[in-house]
């Protein structure tokens, strides 16, 4: 394993990610808990790969989210609810993750759905360069459904009671406390993502993990 700066983590990453060779776009997961650091990581990693002269798209899995009536149809607590009926796989592969993939057209689109107004979304649809890389951030990401469709597998590994301390701030609102989030956390999120890892294995599926326990001393293990 090794440590490091925060840099050197991401230049590590974007070594990674420059030594994929595919005929298409790039297509890296960013997989791991809530509260782990996907987004800030991938936000991360993308202005580096930028500054390297690499075509970036960005996406996330919450911008796949199935409407309301589905997605809590078990329940809101509901962890089986969550793994299940979360997130819209047909349109992820249909709209963004096969035309970006071998033989794909490299049309894309990168959101189905507003979760703020509940509705879908008609994004416009853009082409890829050939070189384009892919950061896609999100839970669930190397489930079976969509594990061979990335060209590399990132898994953020943070122990479950530390991202619920950053749940507890993150998600806090006027509305929300702590202890609602903390509720909600171990009643849906946590036991869906022990399923996760139960059934799917993720971390012996990612090709880097990374212990983003303390974000700015990151450690990270290349998987062979």
Same mark, same amino acid.
């Given at each position: ?14 070594? &990674? %990610?420059?030594? =994929?060779? %595919? ?7 960013? +997989? ?8 800030? /990581? @991938? +936000?991360?990693? &993308? ?5 390297? $002269?690499? #075509? =970036? ?7 796949? /989210?199935?409407?309301?009536?589905? !997605? ?17 796989? $047909? @349109? *992820?592969?249909? %709209?963004?993750?096969?035309?970006? $993939?071998?033989?794909?057209?490299? !049309? ?11 509705? &879908? *979304?008609?994004?416009? %649809?853009?082409? @890829?360069?050939?070189?384009?890389? /892919?950061?896609? #951030?999100?839970?669930? *990401? ?5 594990? +061979? ?6 898994? =953020? ?8 301390? !950053? ?11 702590? @202890? ?7 009643? !849906? ?10 059934? &799917? ?24």
């Amino acid at each position: 394993m090794d440590h490091g700066t925060r840099d050197e983590l991401l230049s590590r990453l974007a070594e &990674a %990610v420059g030594s =994929v060779t %595919v005929a298409h776009p790039t297509r890296v997961a960013i +997989d791991g808990p809530p509260a782990a650091g996907k987004t800030t /990581l @991938a +936000d991360e990693l &993308a202005v580096v790969l930028r500054a390297q $002269g690499r #075509d =970036v798209i960005r996406a996330t899995i919450e911008d796949f /989210l199935t409407p309301r009536s589905r !997605r809590y149809r078990r329940g809101e607590d509901s962890a089986e609810g969550c793994y299940h009926d979360s997130f819209d796989f $047909g @349109a *992820l592969h249909r %709209v963004l993750l096969d035309p970006l $993939g071998p033989g794909g057209d490299r !049309r894309y689109r990168q959101a189905v759905y507003d979760k703020a107004t509940d509705t &879908a *979304l008609s994004e416009p %649809v853009r082409t @890829a360069l050939a070189g384009a890389v /892919l950061l896609f #951030d999100g839970v669930f *990401l190397l489930r079976q459904e969509l594990a +061979d469709r990335w060209d590399l597998r990132i898994f =953020v590994s943070v122990p479950f009671e530390k991202t619920l301390d !950053r749940a507890r701030t993150r998600d806090q609102t006027p509305s929300k406390s702590a @202890a609602e989030v903390e509720r909600r956390y171990r009643s !849906r999120y946590m036991p869906s993502q022990q399923f996760y890892f139960d059934t &799917a294995r993720p971390a012996e599926h990612a090709d880097i993990i990374v212990h983003n326990d303390d974000p700015r001393q990151p450690a990270w293990e290349a998987r062979t």
